[in-house]
């Protein structure tokens, strides 16, 4: 059949099974968006506030469904402010298709009124980008995109398409999805290899990245623990694939992970890596990092196999693949003492917070009780994030997202946004400090108009949290441009923007403020009101070895001295 341009963008959508696109509309974008309303009931857009709201809230519906996440954005200004949500998935490995439109071909290259050269600007932060020329590649382009955007390691993907291409005539044939296929790089020698060095530690640990959250490995994962007898740690991506309330769970590991985390792979003789990339926040001094262990690394991305820790056995491949084949040949192990010792470390090293007092940690430990750990959390960057990650209870894989490469400020609500669309059922809650929350507040008008009935919790203290933390530990209390203490009322701006709000400045007020919240079936802004100079422990300094982490007795202890 014979199809513009604009029709080809909506049927290519309609075969990759997507339902909701996120997105701002403009000049050269028009023809999709004209399209794009002709079936309105097949495809549901969320107009949000900002261009860069819009690709949060397709990070957000990816890394809550698992489906690729797709946003719309004009040329010029339009496609430019999705830069940073693109680059934000392109760090966490989300898969995404950036849907941009451009102008006129023969005005391409001059300057031209809007005209911005999106793809050369995203080529460092996308898997791959496009400028379509002619309308007969078009479809073929989309189909691409969408392929690459969730085969191996997943990321986004821009297609830009100028505008006479969206207007321009040519056949289109429907063509079924290819069915995704994760092929392995891995030989029978490297399972070998894997299963032989399993065989002689006596103090293993597995050390969880985001890609176990990608490959669906969460049960094989659970299952190898058990089988190895080992404790598990996780960092900020990996949460929620071992349960937070396992006995094997030891928390967080790296620059704000816990003691028992950080001394626990200083002391392993064996440090298991899964779909974990040993980020610098992970590490600290590369030279320290488990150098009492030989490191075993899976990983689907080869790139990553040595990038920063040199492994001693890889194995390049889909995780849960691997994994099964690793389960299906383990022997039961028995590591009693080693785990014993564990159990000891968690026993001496608790998180522990000031608890006369209203804090961000006991608010994410309130959220967590009245949820009963069901609720999707979402983040923005900073202390508030670290706190989530360490007190609420994670135990399924994409409840907790987060900005983890980048440190996005202002990528949470519209990721709850994204995330509250592709999962409806679910309780969808962002932790904001009101300093991200200041940068993309704005989508408050998008969860209004949608009625689309998220939580966004503010914790509210008045600082820039973790820059004046730093400046509190390292540089010497100068504070230089990180005290907020202004005229900004959160609860009236959230009113303003069409949303219910609730100011908490007590400890008792936390519950009743969430479970009303829960009841409202409209969008809610809790502002939780919190001591300017709360920390978060434990903390490693930047470049130091893990094992030098510390809390707020051994700062005191220091001080005392």
């Known amino acids: 059949m014979q199809l513009t341009g604009a029709e080809i963008v909506i049927e290519c959508l309609k075969e990759q099974g997507v339902d909701t696109v996120f997105g701002y509309p403009g000049g050269t974008i028009l023809n999709v968006y004209d399209a794009l309303y002709k079936h309105s009931s097949e495809i549901k857009h969320i107009l949000t506030s900002h261009e860069q709201g819009a690709s949060h809230a397709a990070d957000g519906y990816a890394r809550a469904t698992g489906k690729v996440g797709v946003c719309l954005a004009t040329s010029g200004p339009g496609a430019t402010n999705l830069v940073t949500g693109i680059a934000t998935a392109y760090m966490d490995s989300v898969p995404m298709v950036a849907i941009t439109a451009n102008v006129n071909l023969p005005l391409l290259g001059k300057d031209s009124f809007q005209e911005i050269d999106i793809a050369g600007v995203t080529m460092p932060i996308t898997k791959h980008n496009y400028i379509v020329k ?149 590490i600290g001094n590369p030279k320290t990092f488990a150098k009492n262990a030989k490191i075993l690394h899976i990983d689907i991305d080869a790139a990553e196999i040595g990038k920063n820790i040199k492994a001693d056995v890889s194995v390049v491949g889909d995780l849960k693949d691997i994994l099964m084949q690793l389960n299906s040949k383990l022997e039961k192990q028995n590591h009693n003492e080693w785990m014993e010792h564990i159990k000891e470390l968690k026993a001496k090293y608790p998180l522990k917070y000031d608890n006369t007092v209203l804090s961000c940690p006991f608010v994410m430990e309130e959220i967590d009780r009245v949820t009963k750990g069901e609720a999707i959390i979402t983040t923005d960057v900073g202390q508030h994030q670290m706190w989530a990650a360490q007190y609420y209870k994670y135990s399924k894989p994409r409840t907790f997202l987060s900005s983890g490469g980048l440190g996005t400020m202002g990528y949470g609500l519209g990721a709850c946004i994204g995330a509250k669309m592709g999962q409806p ?137």
């Open 134 to 282: 002619d309308v007969s590649i078009l479809a073929d382009t989309i189909r691409k995109a969408f392929q690459i955007a969730k085969t191996g390691r997943p990321g986004p993907v821009l297609v830009d398409i100028t505008k006479d291409v969206t207007a321009n005539v040519c056949e289109y044939n429907p063509v079924e999805p290819e069915e995704i296929v994760q092929l392995g790089r891995y030989t029978d020698e490297d399972i070998e290899a894997a299963l032989k060095l399993l065989g002689k530690a006596k103090k293993p640990f597995i050390y969880l990245g985001g890609g176990a959250v990608i490959a669906g490995a969460a049960e094989e994962v659970a299952e190898f623990a058990d089988l190895i007898d080992a404790p598990v740690c996780d960092t900020l991506m990996g949460k929620g694939v071992m349960n937070g309330r396992s006995e094997r769970y030891t928390g967080m590991i790296g620059m704000h992970g816990t003691k028992t985390s950080n001394f626990g792979v200083s002391e392993c003789d064996l440090l298991i890596a899964l779909g974990a990339r040993f980020s610098d926040r992970v």
């Open 425 to 561: 059922d679910k309780i969808c809650i962002n932790i904001a400090g009101d300093g991200c929350f200041r940068m993309n507040m704005n989508e408050l008008a998008t969860a209004s108009r949608y009625n689309i009935p998220i939580i966004q919790v503010v914790i509210n203290n008045h600082v820039l949290g973790m820059v004046r933390q730093w400046q509190t530990l390292f540089y010497d209390h100068r504070y230089s441009q990180t005290v907020l203490n202004d005229m900004v009322d959160f609860c009236k701006v959230a009113e303003g923007l069409g949303c219910m709000a609730i100011r908490v400045t007590t400890k008792d007020e936390v519950a009743p403020a969430i479970e009303k919240a829960l009841m409202a079936g409209r969008p809610v802004v809790i502002e939780c009101v919190i001591p300017e100079d709360d920390k978060v422990f434990p903390m490693v300094p930047a470049g130091a070895p893990i094992s030098d982490a510390f809390d707020g007795d051994d700062l005191a202890q220091r001080e005392a001295k």
